[in-house]
Every structure is written in C-alpha cells, then in structure tokens.
C-alpha cells in the first residue's frame, strides 16, 4: 500500500473529485480495498446516513427487440420461455408491494412493443394512484414517450450506458447507437426525472481505464442514482465463454463513485448477491444505500433470466421485505419510511 495511493483515497473522501489516472490507479491496487471501502462507508454515513431505501422490483415482460450479446433475455435467445403480464396483474403486484410498505415500485421489462405508450401510461396512473413513487426500466424511449410516462407519475429512470467504451459498445449492443443512448439520458434529465445509470464491470476486453471513464461520465450527464454489477456470463448469448467480472472489481466501482458522488443513490445489486453470498450485504457496508427486492411472483422471476444465478435469488414475495429489514438491521441500518429521493447536497 503506498501512501500516493492513499493519499487518492484521503483527496476522494475531502474533495469528492479524482482525475481518471487516479482512479485507475486505486481500481489497480488491491492493497487499499479495505481502505477503500471504509471511506466509502463513510462518506455514505455522512451524506446519505444510515437508512436503506428499498424499491420493489416488478420484472413484467421478458420479450425485448434488442440483442445485447450479454443479455439472456436478447431478441435472438430461442431458449427463453417469453412471457408478459397482464397489465392488471402489474398492477396487483404493485398494490401488494405498497401493502408491504414499500414507498417505490420499479416497472423493468426487456423492450417489449405491445406495451404501447397508452398501455404504459394507464398502468403508471393506476400505480401511482397507490401512493407510491415510479421507477421504470424500460429501454430506450423518444423523448415523446419518456415525456408522457413523466406525465403520467414516472418519478425515476433507470438506464444504464452499459460501457463507454464507444468500440466495445458497438460490440455488444449491435443494433443500438452509443449517441441514441446518451440522448436518452439527456431527454430523461430535461423532463426532470430523477436519472439512474450505470455500467456493467468485467465486459469481455472493458480495461480498468474504461471503467474510470465510466464513472467520470456518470457525473457529467448528472446520475441521481448509479446501479452498477458485475457481468455474468449466460450460456445462451454469444458471451457464453466469457470469464465475467469479478465481485471485487464491482464493489471497488461503487466505493470509487460514492466517494466521488456523495450524496446520489446507489443499489446493491442482485448481480453482486449471485457472485458471492451476502454479496448486498457487503456492499451496504462499502457505500451502498439502497436494495431492489424481486416482487415478481416465482414463477415468472425464474423466466427472467439476464444472466444464470439470478433466479434462486429471492425467497417469497410476501415473506422477504421481513427477511431484506432483518438483515438491513443486522448490519446496523434500518429501512427507510420515505420515498428516497435524491436530497442534493452539491
Ligand atoms: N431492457 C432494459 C432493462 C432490463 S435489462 C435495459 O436494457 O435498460 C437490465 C440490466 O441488466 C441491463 O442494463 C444490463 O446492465 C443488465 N444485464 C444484462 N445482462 C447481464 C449479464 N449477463 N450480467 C449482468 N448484468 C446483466
Ligand atoms: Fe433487452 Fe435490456 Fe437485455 Fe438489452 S439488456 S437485450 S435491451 S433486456
């Protein structure tokens, strides 16, 4: 561990500002993790305090008209069992996770046309009718329809740039467009919703400096939320053979960007619990603050297979919002009784 390095840890922590060199340099070293994930842990105290804020994940369609190479839910994967709920059935499951107690319903789905912007906007009125706040994950959207989704009650949107790795997108992402992607993001800004993105860690060919250009983006297009996991290699999509990202690597991203962007939301995410036990657990302890819990009935979770692991995950819809606050209040934290909006401090 040598004090240069450190001493990025100590300017991360005072100032919230690193240049790109530095912070390839800390994802380099694995000497300074444990120093790494302390001031994260920190600076995630002082800023965003100690409460959790869960969001109740709603998974409601796994057709998709794209073909991301890592993505098992990709348009040319024959093997998956395609389904879509019913938008009555969305709509219960939203009202039973608001009966739970959760304050935040996220709608994420694959790109699935037949949910056509009327459709969408009559299930987003209905669920917002139910008191709580609107997440949605749905893709890539013209500004006309992120607009009225807006104006049906979407209070956030989660789209994550992947990589931006301009080479390695068009790679992965083969029918999509890196500048379609980052309009997306800027249209979601400009009609005030609260911005989620990120990126996936451990693409096949990402360098440690493609990363650090990760993080550096998600400040200037202005994130309120960043969910980052590792990749996780799925035997049905041409990254079959990949060796995927590692735990580490992921959880040292989130400790970088919570240092850098103190007071923005950040998920533990399941793809971080599938590759080590506890894995959200731990990454609570390294900057996180929130957790996305799978309220999507069994049977239709274990079809929505981004990547293999994923499924086992969760335990009963209805019994595990009291297994998620035992183990929040296990690590000395408590679930949060608010909507959890970003609250700006720079
Ligand atoms: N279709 C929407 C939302 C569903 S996909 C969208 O793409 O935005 C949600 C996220 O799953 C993606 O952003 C991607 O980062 C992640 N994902 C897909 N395949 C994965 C894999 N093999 N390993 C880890 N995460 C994956
Ligand atoms: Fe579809 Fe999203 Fe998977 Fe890409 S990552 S194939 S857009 S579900």
Do not use: W
């Not at 690193?18 to 300074?32: G, R």
């Not at 379609?180 to 919703?193: A, E, I, M, Q, T």
């Amino acid at each position: 561990m040598t004090n240069a390095i450190v001493g990025f840890i100590t300017k991360a922590e005072t100032t919230h500002q690193l240049t790109k060199p530095e912070i390839v340099q800390l994802l380099s070293d694995d000497t300074i993790n444990d120093a790494l994930f302390a001031a994260a842990d920190r600076v995630r105290k002082k800023y965003v305090g100690d409460a959790v804020q869960l969001r109740a994940l709603i998974e409601f369609s796994n057709y998709c008209r794209q073909n991301c190479c890592y993505c098992g839910l990709r348009r040319d994967n024959d093997k998956v069992d395609r389904y879509r709920l019913e938008p009555e059935t969305i709509v219960e499951f939203a009202k039973n996770a608001a009966g739970m107690g959760y304050k935040t319903v996220v709608l994420q789905s694959g790109e699935d046309m037949s949910f056509t912007v009327d459709k969408m906007v009559s299930i987003i009125s209905k669920i917002k009718k139910l008191g709580v706040a609107i997440t949605l994950s749905i893709g890539e959207k013209s500004y006309d329809e992120y607009k009225a989704y807006r104006e049906a009650g979407a209070d956030r949107y989660l789209l994550r740039i992947e990589t931006t790795n301009r080479e390695l997108y068009k790679k992965y992402d083969p029918d999509m467009d890196f500048d379609n992607r980052v309009r997306c993001l800027k249209d979601l800004k400009s009609l005030g919703y609260e911005l989620g993105t990120g990126s996936l860690i451990g693409l096949p060919g990402q360098t440690f400096e493609d990363m650090a250009g990760d993080i550096l983006f998600f400040g200037e297009i202005g994130a309120d939320m960043i969910g980052m996991g590792p990749f996780i290699a799925n035997p049905d999509t041409p990254l079959a053979a990949a060796e995927g990202g590692t735990y580490t690597t992921a959880i040292k991203m989130l400790a970088i960007v919570r240092l850098l962007m103190p007071d923005i939301n950040i998920p533990a995410t399941t793809a971080m619990e599938t590759l080590t036990p506890e894995g959200r657990l731990v990454a609570l302890k390294s900057g996180a603050n929130v957790v996305m819990p799978n309220v999507t009935d069994a049977d239709h979770r274990s079809k929505y297979n981004l990547y293999p692991g994923k499924a086992r995950l969760a335990d009963s819809p209805f019994r595990s919002i009291a297994s998620v606050r035992e183990k929040i209040e296990s690590i000395g934290r408590f679930v949060s009784e608010d909507f959890g909006y970003r609250i700006k401090t720079k």
